[in-house]
């Protein structure tokens, strides 16, 4: 027997409730804490999506997403930043106003949610045929971009870099355009590329941090080329002949991305690695090596560190890849 519209809207909405109800329920959230380490309530979570989907916004921005003046989110926010899960930096067109973006931690730990309700899901629904998922997976899509919010402009900022220590710019160069930032910012984030841990030593201490522009810029002579934001701290321990490292990491090392990728001043305690060719390397890499720095070249908010490779080599396993602000991995087709 065909149901009616009415009574099938009813069952959608009914089931629907319940589904929330139990995501919601102590025993799902209490599966979440274990899993990502972070006990946060829902609010906290969904701004965490929210600046996952969109980049970084402005603090009133994201309020006015949410439906609450700034003072209301301005305390998640800050729990956000305890928990390392974002960062706060400052608007390049406007230096007094913040900016909030979601750090590579608060991407990893968005991605632990996501598996434990993947999990969910397949303990649930894993016997359903593919039709079923997938005209259940298009009604909900459906659902929620009915009841999403309006389209907003795209937030007056460049894309905050893998690497939050490297701080957005306060102005953009002499003669310079943003109009394109944001459109370039959201085509960037769909181009899949590899991680890599910098590394050098200077004062006799080793430094680091993630980094996902790089590139083999010549083989004959073998070079390479390292984009640092003009603030980075790594980039202020650099000098023409200092040697760097280039740590292509493996898909395990996402919470070893996420750690480099932070503030924190002692980013090698508890790592395993080794001095090696001049450079620090990480034990469990992809691909490695070391170059001695020939130059320097401004581009725009950051700085390309060319340098002369002198030692290479790869390991058997899979690469780290980052894509649409999350990690994963390569498999062949």
Do not use: Y
């Not at 390309?304 to 790869?314: K, M, R, Y």
Request: with cysteine; aromatic share 4%.
């Amino acid at each position: 027997m065909t149901s009616t519209p009415g009574r099938t809207i009813d069952g959608l909405e009914r089931s629907l409730a319940s589904v929330l109800r139990l995501l919601a329920g102590r025993d799902t959230a209490g599966d979440v804490t274990r899993r990502t380490g972070h006990d946060l309530p829902r609010a906290s979570w969904a701004l965490l999506e929210h600046l996952a989907a969109r980049g970084a916004m402005r603090v009133s921005d994201v309020a006015a997403c949410h439906g609450v003046d700034v003072s209301t989110i301005t305390p998640r926010i800050q729990r956000l930043e305890g928990e390392g899960l974002v960062s706060r930096g400052r608007l390049p067109t406007d230096g007094r106003a913040s900016i909030i973006a979601i750090t590579p931690q608060g991407h990893v730990a968005l991605e632990r949610v996501h598996a434990a309700r993947r999990q969910l899901l397949e303990h649930a629904v894993g016997d359903a045929d593919g039709a079923e998922l997938g005209a259940a997976a298009d009604v909900i899509a459906r659902l929620a971009e009915h009841l999403g919010d309006e389209p907003m402009s795209p937030p007056e900022t460049t894309d905050v870099a893998l690497d939050p220590e490297e701080p957005a710019r306060a102005e953009p160069p002499a003669g310079g355009d943003d109009s394109a930032a944001p459109g370039f910012r959201a085509a960037m984030s769909q181009a899949a590329g590899a991680v890599a841990v910098v590394t050098t030593v200077a004062a006799g201490e080793p430094h680091g941090t993630t980094v996902s522009a790089f590139i083999s810029l010549s083989m004959a002579p073998p070079m390479l080329l390292v984009s640092l934001a003009n603030g980075s701290r790594l980039l202020a321990r650099l000098r023409p002949g200092s040697v760097i490292g280039l740590n292509v990491l493996s898909a395990p090392q996402a919470e070893l991305a996420a750690r480099f990728a932070g503030k924190a001043a002692h980013k090698f305690e508890g790592t395993d690695w080794e001095l090696a060719d001049g450079a620090p390397r990480l034990a469990g890499h992809h691909a490695w090596a070391t170059a001695t720095i020939t130059e320097f070249v401004t581009a725009g908010d950051h700085t390309l560190v060319l340098g002369a490779v002198t030692t290479a080599d790869v390991a058997a396993n899979r690469p780290l890849v980052h894509w649409r602000h999350t990690f994963g991995t390569h498999a062949a087709l």
